[in-house]
């Protein structure tokens, strides 16, 4: 059984790395490899504070800012993410961090940590692509929010929270664009692609450990599933 996370770097560097969150969470996953020989699980490392802080500096060094530049820049932000992920799985993860989903043959050994690709995607579409390649159903979206709501909740006091909504309905919540940097609960191009693959994707809250080990073991649980 593989299972998808697609791990916000929100969570893993939201400005330094967040190590007490890196440490419980590396406990979580030790202890469910252990207890289920037949588990697999692919990371994909989002860019977090590091990404926003150097294309915020790229932009105000230059005062206008390319997209595919800024891109890269965020790029290179979720794979220095990814191969810290990488390392502390240890012999879990003998296989280099993937910066290309497109071309992933083989997955060796429990976990498989995967990185930015190229611009005009970002780390969500790549967990949609390794999600399709390795036969997951689903992506765990795990980011610093619990859930999906009407509206921004940081704007809007009316905002509600859904537990449910179909890709449609998401769609029209986020738009269809990809911008560099937006910030949205999973990226409108990885959601058009996971909608016509059939994948459904669930949005939680990284930090609450004991709400993810209810969504692995198929419990109820806080937050909203897509698709």
């Given at each position: 059984m593989v299972t998808v996370i697609s791990l916000g770097g929100s969570i893993v560097a939201p400005e330094n790395v967040d190590v007490p969150f890196l440490k419980n969470f590396l406990?979580?996953?030790?202890?469910?490899?252990?207890?289920?020989?037949?588990?697999?699980?692919?990371?994909?490392?989002?860019?977090?504070?590091?990404?926003?802080?150097?294309?915020?500096?790229?932009?105000?060094?230059?005062?206008?800012?390319?997209?595919?530049?800024?891109?890269?820049?965020?790029?290179?932000?979720?794979?220095?993410?990814a191969q810290l992920i990488k390392a502390i799985m240890g012999s879990y993860c003998p296989q280099e961090v993937i910066i290309d989903p497109s071309k992933v043959d083989l997955f060796v050994g429990r976990v498989l940590v995967a990185a930015g690709w190229k611009p005009g995607f970002s780390s969500d579409y790549d967990a949609v692509l390794l999600a399709e390649r390795f036969k997951a159903d689903s992506?765990?979206?795990?980011?610093?929010?619990?859930?999906?709501?009407?509206?921004?909740?940081?704007?809007?006091?009316?905002?509600?929270?859904?537990?449910?909504?179909?890709?449609?309905?998401?769609?029209?919540?986020?738009?269809?664009?990809?911008?560099?940097?937006?910030?949205?609960?999973f990226d409108p191009v990885a959601s058009r692609h996971a909608a016509k693959a059939g994948l459904k994707v669930i949005c939680a809250a990284g930090r609450d450990l004991p709400n993810l080990r209810k969504i692995l073991s198929g419990g109820p649980f806080l937050g909203t599933l897509i698709g």
């Open positions: 406990s979580l996953i030790r202890e469910l490899l252990a207890r289920d020989e037949k588990r697999r699980f692919i990371f994909v490392t989002g860019g977090g504070g590091p990404a926003r802080t150097w294309q915020r500096a790229y932009r105000e060094i230059c005062g206008t800012a390319a997209a595919e530049e800024a891109d890269w820049i965020g790029i290179m932000a979720t794979r220095l993410n992506v765990i979206n795990l980011s610093n929010i619990e859930q999906v709501y009407t509206d921004d909740p940081r704007k809007n006091p009316g905002a509600k929270p859904i537990d449910a909504i179909s890709w449609e309905d998401f769609l029209r919540l986020t738009g269809e664009e990809w911008v560099p940097g937006k910030n949205v609960p």
